[in-house]
């Protein structure tokens, strides 16, 4: 993951709202939109802005369902994302400050 592609998903994650989205889709295989908006109490454009940002950094995947969409969260960026911060933890720990 490079670093520009970090910084995107870092973005994506910088907010409590689409935290909370993370939480709720990692319990479920998939939830409906209904769902979703149920769970939060935003605005359900609000919480259509924030699925949408969590889409785009390709945290979460949709599909229409009729006449709503469902919602899944994508693990594998998820697991992308965190080996790349442990590499750089890694690496501070190896060559960081008081280091040999």
């Known amino acids: 993951m490079t670093y520009d592609e970090m910084a995107c998903f870092?973005?994506?994650l910088a907010h409590p709202a689409r935290m909370r989205i993370i939480g709720l889709l990692s319990y479920e295989k998939e939830c409906l939109g209904p769902q979703v908006?149920?769970?939060l109490e935003l605005a359900q454009s609000t919480v259509s802005e924030h699925l949408r940002v969590l889409k785009e950094a390709?945290?979460?995947d949709s599909r229409p369902v009729g006449a709503t969409t469902a919602y899944r969260l994508l693990p594998c960026v998820l697991e992308r994302y965190a080996v790349a911060v442990?590499?750089?933890v890694e690496s501070a720990d190896t060559h960081g400050p008081g280091r040999a």
Do not use: K, S, T
Request: glycine share 16%; hydrophobic share 60%.
């Open 37 to 39: 908006f149920g769970e």
């Open 58 to 60: 390709g945290v979460i």
């Open 86 to 88: 442990a590499d750089i």
């Open 10 to 12: 870092a973005r994506a």
